[in-house]
DNA sequence: CGATATATGGACCAATCGGTCTTGAAAGGA
DNA sequence: TCCTTTCAAGACCGATTGGTCCATATATCG
């Protein structure tokens, strides 16, 4: 159900650079510098788009930046129904979600930080499309980790007197915190150690 | 020792305002708004000194900025000595700490955050005299908790299983966890359960 | 070939940024 | 009283902010 069947061609030129291309690039300088502190010169060169091409393509600054807001998020859901697919063992997949966190919250990664966390402290507050989508974000990731244990349950490889809803919400938090903690880029094996340790606490 | 005793009295007009209100003042702001969302209007405003006195008093905005961030690490230090007493029980010192982060991520003084998250996550990359603090205040409190769990083990409190270090380390993401997740303002019940949930698990 | 649409690059805009400086009043000590 | 210092208020600075606009070139259509 495309677009493009029922639209006829546009008559002028068409578009020549990506679009999604430029998104993805745009979210790379967030990531880096955050939402104040990126100018519109930066948006221009890690795009190469001009300026008219860019308010042309996005509208403004806040526009262009949710875009690249959804994208890290979407990227983000991408790997979690990857990890956490009701059709894996639910315990392979937490351990395999721990372990994308742990990579991520070492060296210059960890360092780099998280986009989602850097904007829920620096604009959630005060931009409520921002904290809409980092409540919803929240709420899903909740409901997924939530998902796996309770399958763990099931199979009988929880540890007595773990509850799956608390135990996600525990991990969750961990999680986020270690993309705090990340900003003293610990070493990877210490990383790996605690969260291996966390979740050891949880399974039989 | 200090310096009043040795030095005359000022010969001009003395000092008519009380600097540590007005660092504390402009650290309110600061953790409202962030570092760079922050405009000098906004301090002048809020430590009621004109332009001239405040860069006078404080040389710069960055460098207010920072003794902002030291008095706010500072109230962090001794909430956390008063807690962690080593004189007191470590099982009631951690339990009353963790209370303390929950009252923090609830309502209106979860959606305020932290101002040493937010710094870490919009300035540590950038701006190493803000690393430094970030990495003392980190090493600082792990060794405080690890000590906590420490001394509850000698008491024979601990599970079994449980190294004070891993768990402080595991404890300490969880709170850092805690001030992102409170951006959400999640109830204070649910908080609450979830931290005596977490400690729990490491208790006897 | 026109007509249409998109690109670039840069001029241009008002507003605001952090920061300096001046002025004149006020408050202490000598 | 005079000297020194600090105060508030605000003019002023160059640089930068996010955003608009225009001239021109180019690509694709009918």
């Known amino acids: ?24 690039r745009a979210m790379n300088v967030f990531w880096s510098r955050g939402y104040h502190a990126t100018a519109l010169p930066d948006l221009l060169r890690a795009t190469k788009l001009s300026r008219g091409s860019l308010y042309a393509a996005f509208g403004d600054k806040h526009t262009l930046f949710l875009r690249a807001l959804d994208r890290y998020i979407a990227d983000a859901l991408t790997r979690m129904d990857d990890e956490l697919d009701p059709r ?11 372990a994308g966190y742990v990579e991520r919250a070492c060296g210059a990664h960890g360092r780099r930080g998280c986009l989602l966390v850097a904007t829920a402290m620096e604009l959630a507050g005060q931009d409520p499309e921002v904290a809409r989508r980092f409540a919803s974000f929240f709420r899903t990731m909740e409901a997924r980790v939530a998902d796996a244990f ?18 996600a919400r525990i991990l969750i938090c961990f999680l986020w915190g270690l993309r705090v903690v990340a900003k003293t880029a610990p070493a990877r094996t210490t990383s790996q150690a605690t969260a291996d340790a966390l979740l050891d606490r949880f399974l039989k």
């Open 150 to 167: 309770s399958r763990a349950e099931t199979a009988g490889k929880l540890a007595a007197g773990v509850e799956p809803s608390s135990a």
């Open 88 to 98: 894996r063992d639910p315990v392979d997949g937490l351990r395999a979600y721990l």
């Open 1 to 24: 159900m495309s677009r493009q069947t029922t639209m006829q061609a546009p008559r002028g030129r068409p578009r020549s650079f990506d679009i999604d291309a430029a998104v993805e």
